[in-house]
């Protein structure tokens, strides 16, 4: 491995761990290895780093020893592997920065896991599925490109980044012909086999692919014709995405990101209906209200506009509101729009019937909002990004650290849905489960939950067989009385998809703990 070896967390880390431990020890088997790992408590109220960095460290062991086998975690579908391993990648990035040399061993073990994934994946598939699936390939090898670039310049280490290059470079590519501009005036459709869908996830991961690829990329020297670091057409389709997005109308009354737009009357490119985003799915997830974050951060640190950080924090401060969070003494139990009781959770989760899609879009919306908080560089603009005064840093750092009361009650609820060996669970207000049974909550006016129940045939082009979801999709249906014990036995359970939620509402935590200091 291209770090030094150090013990795995070293002195200050072994011992918040052996205060922390309940005594004994659980065997965790996977089909690649037998781990001991020390039990963490079962509540914890959360208050500092020292208590939060190694819940962080002990998440993504387990995810590892519970999911991994060897070249990837067989488990997931192509889009969720694509996000475990962009969230694994930010972990690595935050052991590293918050843990220092003590934690270089824990890097290596995971580090080269990750390396495995490059191979595991399933390219092909994914290169035929929607456009934005694609898009999650894009930023997971650029993360890697993030992590590997600061901490590790060996010639190893940048054949390594030539080729998640080039990867980027190749699914941005063929992603970015999903951008139409004869239908809404602009704007991603979600894929090329289905009636024009515009929908916020793939237009929200276009943004932030797009600028990701101009800040992160350094080139492609693999693909034909070759390209520079930093070329203007992927800041330019930055801009271009998110000026459409922030402007077709795909907010709601709470301004929340609903879920996308069809064209009312289409039958073919000749014969395009209206042409105009007039039929509005008014479906609410978690994953929409996030990924724009972290293309907003990208395009103040490319600009230095403000209005992209600020329209970042309004979008923050409408989606806590809508877990009900009111301070952090005051939540409201009714069902909010993204939660309730102050906890972040989608409306499936109140009655276990997420497909696995939803099971992963908290850990999404999570590993974005931590892109975005991460706090500003000060000083002199050195190469592409962009510094701020420290007037700037200070403002949009106390914004974030005004976040701190939430991100720590949604990081309890979460560590609360652990079983005996460390797997989260994705329903983290149980209470709310126990009420959902009796008067469940609502689905918005106008929306057909495809993340659920699966793609409507209604959605297939003329002359086309009815449109049916992959195998796997679909989730299942409300499932009453709850397990009050652990409702998130239910449904689909435990999985690894939960299991990279609770990583990453941890991940948040730390930094925010961190950067408050």
Known sequence: ????????????????????????????????????????????????PQQSFPVMVNALEVMQSEFWAGSNWP????????VFNTIEWAALNS????????????????????????????????MNEKYDDMQWVVLEWLEAIKFLSAYEKSPQNQEYIRK??????????????????????????????????????????YVSSSIGMYLYSPGDSIGSPQIAAHHPKYLNAAIDAYQWLSTVGLTN?????????????YQNASDPGTGNCNQRDESIYTYNQGVVLSGLRGLWDATGEEFYLNDGHTLVSNVIAATGWISPTQQNPAWSGVGS???????????????????NFKGVFFSHFTAFCEPLAVGEKEGTIFKGTQAQADVHQAKCNGYLAWIQHNAQAAYGTRNSTGVYGGNWDVP??????????????GSSDYRNKGIPSNWTLPGQPASVSNVGLIGTGPICPPNTTDPNT???????????????????????????L
């Open 1 to 48: 491995m291209r770090f030094s070896n150090h013990s795995i967390l070293g002195a200050s880390l072994l011992f918040l761990q052996i205060a922390w431990a309940i005594s004994g020890r659980h065997i965790l088997r996977t089909s690649n290895a037998e781990r001991h790992v020390e039990p963490l408590l079962k509540t914890r109220q959360f208050g500092s």
């Open 75 to 82: 488990l997931g579908i192509d889009w969720t592997e694509a």
């Open 95 to 126: 052991i590293t920065r918050y843990g220092g040399s003590n934690t270089t061993a824990t890097v290596n073990e995971y580090y080269s896991q990750l390396l495995n994934f490059f191979d595991g994946e399933n390219v092909s598939a994914v």
């Open 164 to 205: 998640f290059a080039h990867r980027s470079r190749q699914f941005w590519d063929v992603a970015s012909q999903g951008w139409n501009t004869t239908l809404c005036g602009g704007g991603m459709v979600w894929t090329w086999t289905l009636l024009p869908y515009k929908n916020a996830i793939t237009n929200e991961l």
């Open 253 to 265: 009354s709470q301004g929340l990101y609903v879920d996308g737009f069809h064209i009312a009357g």
């Open 341 to 359: 009781n102050g906890i972040m959770q989608d409306i499936c989760e109140a009655t276990s019937s997420c497909s696995q899609d939803n099971q």
């Open 432 to 445: 709310a489960a126990d009420a959902a049974c009796s008067s469940p909550p609502q689905r918005p006016a």
């Open 490 to 516: 239910l449904g689909r359970g435990r999985t690894p998809e939960t299991q990279a939620g609770g990583l990453a509402v941890i991940m948040a935590l730390v930094q925010a703990e961190k950067s408050s």
